[in-house]
């Protein structure tokens, strides 16, 4: 089994599309941050496991779910269908040592970190300013794209001890992962156009907030 953690806020047109599409042997955990417009019911409705997280923001909601997996492996990703649960196998396929009839090239590749690659199917999928915000802190980690589709083990996650509750925790869990010599890969993934109003990229504003939020984490881990 493995834990996939999907933050949601207001994300109920997206989440039956996302759930309905959950690899086998992959338990979704919505984590709600607040919605007012019935997410979590219909996360309930799909079989999800659903976590309340009533403190705002992206980390917040990130680390509630990882707090309450209990799979050897767990995954991020976002529930406003811009990615594609069916991808996840792959980007799972690439952490070190895999999974029991893992593909060989696991133990090859040797991930500890794995990152979905975004790779946008139309324009409206990333609006240029999210995409050069994204570059330009993607670039300071070392990293081609800051994807939000990930996948490492629980155990190492927490070690990591985490702390950013807003839009800085997964690049905090970059540089904290890359500080422990843990080996990063990256992986190509499809990007969507989100489903519903986006409350981070889809405005100006909403991008410059995650990137001071980015550069906080910059300065400080």
């Given amino acids: 089994m493995i834990d996939v953690v999907l933050p949601c806020l207001d994300e109920a047109a997206a989440l039956p599309w996302v759930l309905t599409r959950m ?15 019935g997410s979590a019911e219909i996360a309930e409705a799909h079989g999800a496991l659903v976590v309340h997280e009533p403190r705002r923001g992206f980390g ?9 997996a209990t799979a050897d492996i767990v995954c991020f990703m976002d529930a406003d269908a811009s990615l594609d649960p069916a991808d996840l196998p792959e980007v799972v396929r690439l952490l070190a040592a895999g999974l029991p009839g893992a593909d060989p090239d696991a133990d090859r590749l040797g991930a500890d970190l794995v990152l979905g690659r975004r790779r946008p199917v139309s324009f409206r999928a990333w609006p240029p300013h999210a995409r050069l915000g994204n570059a ?12 939000p589709m990930r996948a490492a083990r629980r155990t190492r996650l927490l070690d990591l001890n985490l702390t950013d509750r807003r839009s800085g925790y997964p690049l905090e869990m970059v540089l904290r992962a890359r500080a422990q010599g843990w080996r990063i890969a ?8 989100r489903t519903g109003r986006s409350k981070v990229t889809g405005t100006v ?4 907030r995650a ?9 400080t881990v």
Avoid at 23 to 37: E, K
Avoid at 186 to 193: I, K, L, N
Avoid at 211 to 219: N, T
């Fill in 60 to 68: 917040a909601a990130c680390h509630a779910g990882l707090l309450a």
């Fill in 136 to 147: 330009l802190v993607a670039r300071r980690a070392g990293l081609r794209d800051l994807g």
């Fill in 205 to 208: 504003r909403g991008t410059l």
């Fill in 186 to 193: 990256e992986t190509d993934v499809a990007y969507h156009p």
């Fill in 23 to 37: 690899p086998a042997g992959h338990r979704p955990i919505v984590v709600d941050n607040g919605s007012t417009d």
């Fill in 211 to 219: 990137v001071r939020d980015m550069r906080r984490v910059l300065e």
